[in-house]
């Protein structure tokens, strides 16, 4: 077993139970970075790459069948999610389905496997998202996140649930109130 990660600011890296080292074979000669990765149908995806120092925000990239060292055979491939011009800021799994995490929408993506179109993505939550992948906290069947306007927790379907609107107003509070309704 090993553990692929990143931090958007470094190469992706592998663990590999005894020391970390860089991933091989990925695009621009391995100089390649990502901003999120997820292991899912025996493939690791990494999203929001910078590959060979050129940003792609709204990219996912994936690896061969197998093989996280094979990211340019026949297997292998991306997709630029260009309908919008926010950034993929996290990956996540809810049940057999792949999230995909930006600023201001979550797209919900079904694996089809096909040559030309290995996932279909639908849009189910729109005018909301997270600015940064720390801001997300996977617990099973649902994800929490802290929003642009509260926490709230996800189900992958097309709404949400406010978990925390007075939080959110106390964390994102300007003027140093904890509350300012109150005062």
Same mark, same amino acid.
């Given at each position: 077993a090993k553990v692929v990660f990143t931090n958007g600011m470094d190469k992706v890296k592998i663990y590999n139970r005894t020391s970390f080292i860089d991933a091989t074979g990925t695009p621009a000669a391995g100089n390649t970075l990502a901003r999120a990765c997820i292991a899912w149908n025996n493939r690791i995806f990494l999203a929001n790459t910078t590959e060979g120092g050129t940003s792609f925000p709204q990219r996912i990239r994936w690896c061969a069948t197998g093989d996280l +060292?094979?990211?340019?055979?026949?297997? +292998?491939?991306?997709?630029?999610?260009w309908d919008r011009e926010d950034t993929i800021t996290a990956l996540a799994l809810l049940g057999n389905q792949l999230h995909v995490i930006r600023e201001w929408l979550i797209q919900r993506g079904s694996y089809v496997g096909e040559a030309d179109r290995l996932i279909v993505y639908e849009d189910t939550i729109d005018n909301e998202g997270v600015f940064a992948a720390r801001a997300v906290a996977p617990g099973g069947d649902s994800l929490t996140f802290m929003g642009h306007k509260s926490f709230y927790l996800y189900r992958g379907l097309t709404s949400l649930e406010d978990r925390g609107s007075k939080i959110a107003r106390s964390l994102l509070n300007v003027d140093g109130e904890l509350d300012p309704a109150t005062n």
């Open positions: +060292t094979d990211w340019s055979g026949a297997d +292998t491939g991306n997709v630029d999610l």
